[in-house]
């Protein structure tokens, strides 16, 4: 088990590392024309170092808030670690968001200075500045501000900076990160250094293996989560902590990401389930569009058995797959499993997955592909993972067991309880919404679970987002959804039904795999007016419903559904930058389409 260091912060890691490895590659860094160069610990030290100065000498101090406002790039790992090196806090800004959403987390986190990655997030910052007395400086990545900073601090004596670094303590603040705001205004996590040692360390340790691809070879990721959520920001520290090569991404698009994946060669990847159902998705359309979905169904069909298989070996159920099902599994292996492995960039062997549940049978498909996916659970109040199956022993469709050192507790009503010590200090100037979660130490997450005889936690929903029927009925939205999404012509899914007679739902679809739909039907492409009347699409999603209800009993079963002709997106404030639903302005937006499913 991890324990957090009595002494120091996170930036004492940059320091040691190139201190005791200095040639060690730390980090990979795209050019801009798409090249990855390598930097060394030692190097990306002086960075930090020289950033850090800079930092000093325009007038940032030992627990100032500076917020950062980009996307996933090599300088906003530069400037974490920088921050922490003068004992400044970082607040981490999507940046998507709009300008009211920026005004309050600036304004709530009296932050008095932005590092934006360009011209339009400089408008953004400008149009609300005349309401930010507290902020006196603004620096934007595209006209050069880290050369900027640097310069400026060429004055200042390196030990003016260790002076700092050596202030800083675990339990110094290191972030305040905001929630999403699913169900309101945000509220900014305050996560101290000892919180993030402890949760990188306890990764670190327990899934040091699952870094490699084989043993004896050099660990690396790319990462391209957004460094605005505590996901992504658990792996930046974590890659630096243990000394796992890291690379940065800046889009969360498989037509985007793909490319790297194959330039950059990680031996594994942290992830959200979008992702691998993209990778399964257009590994299945491509093969259906060279007259192979046969074959690529079965190589799916065996991949699972595969994984099953081994799953109740692993658990002392079963003897593991038979001589049968290892021939047919080794000639997929060749002509199907290598291809999806080759995709992610031919050296991934596993892979962590979470901010969102993954479906059974796609962590299986995998696994019985070659990659192995670990799926865990976590919140930003958590500082990332509270759970993660275990490297020895994976049960798809759980989250895991409780990180060593940490506690769960499923409470009377069924709600996930959480104890250890990744858990945050609380809501940045807002004790009562602090005392309302966090109970002697115990953070009450909201999620509704429950804990197998293993001690594997599954999540069953949130508490705020219990539908009751006009009958009585309480239903779970979240399991429906997830099971309506498997089906591949399906984007997204809301069930509702609260306070109605019965559960019905709104979809949306993915016009990428509905344009191949339609060619492999030999019909032109059709406008999203039309397309939401097609009979056959009905049909699809009607399958992809009557699957999803098989799972739950009558009186939970979606009736009736309506699909959408748009998706439902971020830009609309319907979608969390972390891409969850936000439940209550979609019913809002699309209520004249929730009442035509109740006649």
Wanted: proline share 5%; aromatic share 8%; charged share 25%.
């Amino acid at each position: 088990m991890a324990v957090a260091p009595p002494v120091g912060g996170l930036a004492d890691a940059v320091f040691d590392y190139a201190e005791e490895d200095p040639h060690r590659v730390a980090l990979g860094r795209k050019d801009a024309d798409g090249r990855w160069h390598d930097v060394t610990a030692a190097t990306f030290r002086d960075e930090v170092l020289a950033l850090a100065k800079g930092l000093i000498a325009h007038g940032v101090r030992f627990g100032d808030r500076v917020a950062l406002m980009a996307r996933t790039r090599y300088e906003w790992t530069l400037f974490d670690f920088a921050l922490w090196t003068v004992g400044a806090q970082s607040v981490p800004v999507y940046p998507t968001s709009s300008a009211e959403q920026v005004f309050w987390m600036l304004h709530d986190a009296e932050v008095s200075a932005v590092m934006v990655e360009h011209e339009d997030h400089a408008m953004t910052i400008a149009s609300v500045i005349d309401r930010l007395p507290q902020l006196k400086r603004l620096w934007q990545l595209d006209s050069d501000a880290v050369t900027e900073l640097v310069e400026a601090g060429v004055h200042i004596e390196d030990e003016v900076v260790h002076r700092h670094r050596r202030a800083v303590t675990p339990d110094s603040v290191a972030t305040v990160i905001y929630t999403s705001g699913t169900t309101g205004r945000p509220k900014g996590c305050v996560i101290t250094h000892a919180s993030f040692m402890f949760e990188a360390d306890t990764m670190a340790s327990r899934w040091e293996s699952v870094f490699h691809s084989k043993p004896g070879d050099e660990a690396a990721t790319l990462l391209f989560l957004p460094l605005a959520h505590v996901f992504g920001r658990i792996v930046e520290v974590t890659a630096v902590r243990g000394r796992v090569k890291l690379g940065h991404q800046p889009e969360l698009s498989a037509k985007a990401l793909m490319p790297d994946l194959v330039s950059f060669r990680p031996t594994f990847i942290l992830a959200v389930p979008y992702i691998f159902e993209k990778v399964f998705n257009g590994a299945r359309r491509k093969a259906e569009a060279e007259g192979r979905v046969g074959p690529f169904d079965k190589a799916v069909e065996v991949a699972v058995k595969y994984a099953e298989a081994m799953e109740h070996r692993a658990f002392g159920t079963g003897p593991g797959p038979s001589a049968g099902l290892r021939m047919q599994h080794q000639f997929f292996d060749k002509v199907v499993y290598k291809k999806i492995r080759d995709a992610m960039g031919g050296r991934v062997r596993h892979a962590m997955s979470g901010g969102s549940g993954m479906e059974r049978q796609l962590g299986l498909f995998f696994e019985g592909a070659g990659v192995t996916v670990y799926e865990g659970y976590g919140l930003t109040e958590s500082t990332a993972a509270a759970t993660a199956n275990p490297p020895e022993r994976t049960r798809y469709g759980t989250v895991g067991q409780p990180l060593p050192g940490t506690t769960v507790h499923i409470a009377d009503d069924g709600e996930v309880w959480v104890y250890g010590a990744n858990i945050f200090s609380g809501y940045l100037g807002n004790p009562q919404a602090t005392a309302a979660v966090l109970h002697d130490g115990w953070l009450a997450t909201g999620d509704l679970g429950a804990l197998d005889e293993d001690g594997y936690l599954t999540i069953t929903g949130r508490k705020k987002e219990i539908l009751v029927t006009s009958g009585g009925k309480s239903v779970s939205p979240a399991g429906l959804e997830e099971r309506v999404r498997a089906h591949p012509l399906v984007a997204q899914c809301i069930v509702v039904g609260n306070d109605r007679p019965y559960i019905a739902a709104l979809v949306t679809v993915d016009q990428e795999s509905v344009d191949h739909w339609l060619t492999m039907q030999g019909r032109p492409p059709m406008n999203s007016a039309d397309l939401v009347r097609d009979p056959d699409l009905e049909m699809e999603v009607r399958r992809a419903v009557v699957a999803a209800n098989t799972a739950v009993s009558q009186a939970e079963s979606i009736r009736t559904f309506r699909i959408l002709a748009h998706q439902f997106t971020e830009e609309h404030g319907l979608l969390t930058p972390s891409l969850k639903l936000k439940r209550k302005a979609i019913e809002t937006a699309y209520a004249v389409e929730v009442d035509a499913l109740y006649p």
